[in-house]
């Protein structure tokens, strides 16, 4: 057995050589970061959305390339998955999007720091991480399959609304599924619905979305033949 | 207790103890909030929440640590403590920076970095702060009429915790670079130098209480922290598997943290080895249990739990969900939080005079604190297993899967409310010995009284 000399021996060699082969790890890490984190599209406004995420402490119930807390979701991917549109909807009032679930701080961003965060998000979202977050692997039949929405709806559709509603199974379950819908109500009230939810049916949890009026009118002409 | 300063470490035992009550509230709101219930959510938002819970932690870790030095250091050294004012000063100055941290939280003053959350300015006030310490420790040291290896191995691992804690105050505007050393201060702490802290808090604590020659527990201690050191810094490549790093890291880290658990293993096997050769019946048989009980559970929280999730194709789709949670509680619970525990269960019975040891308040705190955690950590791996299925698996929306998971957050604050009865009877006991008083402590005699073995 190993004499107390030798044991210490042991601690420091052991220490002395994995620390340098750790170090040199480091400087090789170094040279190839720029790359697989696109360093070169790091914009001004990606560097101050990064220091909004910091100064919020977003950590402390997101998670972004999968570190932080896990009460809130994963973020790595979020430009990807909800898009421009949803996201400035959201970060205005995160309350409005989810009525009665979770809830996010409100910070009242301004336009310009949203737009910031953004760019932060679409700079995260592109950076090479050995395959993290890794896809669905167990495939559902029918249930619960978010973003597939059937093709013929506006875009401003699949961006905003499904993140609450569904069609035909697919989409949010936070508001009412909307198939048939368009055999309920008639394109003037779905207008006035969508345009002010509280004038219509005051205490509802549907957010007022700020929508164009060039979008709107898409999802109207799109419910409406939802029969 | 050989030396009068030696008393200074009490008043950091008992900051523990308030720092830990603090902690255990705060996980209570987090616990609830998951639940649906937060009502809190506009005074304690869940991130100020958490960042007090995590930092709470660290900080009477740190403190607990730092008692302990106060304690050993001396003792091993042979001679008073270097400046005890200058320990007072230090603690007092490190219970300010750390109000004004956390009340910092709840006002949206801090950095969004895990773990390191303290505000920038704070950071140099704490980097001063341990400097005094390591400073008045390694003077104690230096004029010493004693050397030992245990005391040797706690002062190296102190000092490196020091040096670590200053890669964490670089600022990176890429989010991979802040990542990457960020790991370099939580991870080389946890699986690195705090283990040389453990491991020395370790040998003198089996020193005391098993009467096991030195020589022998302190080659071990060499092995130990050997092998510990040997694993855990490649060990932090599991840390950049999936953060923008090149690809040969899931290789590395995933190799070398597999062998993580060895060194912990190593940990338990050496309390038992020792307990078992025990050739001195130590009356402070409660000392015994959380020394014995951090030895084995930071084998189960940090060596098991965390092998459990370390693999690349494992951690592929449990990075980032709550399965990191039921690894993080047990094993800081059974590494750092038993071994303060345990130093604490030792020390203040020798510090205040009163034999309050081996009672049934001691006993039923150990028991329930630890069941308790056990029971956290079960609901956490059931609630984390359901996440990763559910969310990662198969591809189900976030708050679906929360919600669907509710329940197991009823569970963990059922084990939570066990956890915290045996937490509140422990600081009853801590505070029914008293404050020390000159010529009450406790002599080496009143060490070797020997009692019937109640293991």
Redesign the interface.
Known sequence: MLSKKQARMLFIVSTGLFAIVFLALTYDSMQQIPARTNAHNLSASAIRGHEIWNDNNCMGCHTVLGEGAYYAPELTRVYERRGEKWMKMFLKNPEAMYPGQRKMVQYNFTDGQIDDLISFFKWIGEMDLNGFPAKPTIKMSSAQNNGAVSANSPQVFKDVCVACHSVNGSGGNVGPALDHVGSKFDAAYLNKWISDPQAVKPGTAMPQLNVSDADRALVVEFLSGLK | MKYKSQIVAYWFFATCMLLLSLQVIYGFI?GF??M?F?NL?SII????A??THTNLLVVWLLTGFMGAAYYIIPEESDRELYDVRLAYIQLISLIVVGVTAIIG?HL?W?????FL?IPRPLDYLVVVNVLVFIYNIGMTIWKGNKFS?TQLVLYVGLLSAALLYLPGMISF?????D??YRWWVVHLWVEGVWELIMGSILAFLLIKLTGVDR?VI???L??I???T??SG??G??HH???????????A?GGFFSALEPIAFLGMALYAITMYRRSGRNHPNKVALYWTMGCAVMSFVGAGFLGFAHTLPQVN??T????I??MHGHMAFWGAYAMLVLAIISYATPIMTGRKLWNNMASMLAFWLSNIGMVGMTGAFAVAGIT?V?LE?????????V?KEIEVHFFGLILAGCLFTTGIVLYIYNFIKHGVPAPGNSLTEADEVESVPSLI
């Open positions: 987090m909030a998951h649906g937060d959510h938002p869940f991130n100020a958490r960042a939280f949206n801090w950095e969004g970095r895990k959350e290896t505007e890429n989010q991979t670079l990542s990457y020589e302190e080659k071990w060499y092995i922290v050997g092998i050191f040997l810094i490649l932090t490549g950049y598997y999936y953060i923008g790093t090149p690809k040969y890291w899931l590395v592929m789709y990075h980032g969900t709550l990191t949670a996440q299925y990662r698996k198969m591809g189900m929306d976030f708050l679906t929360q």
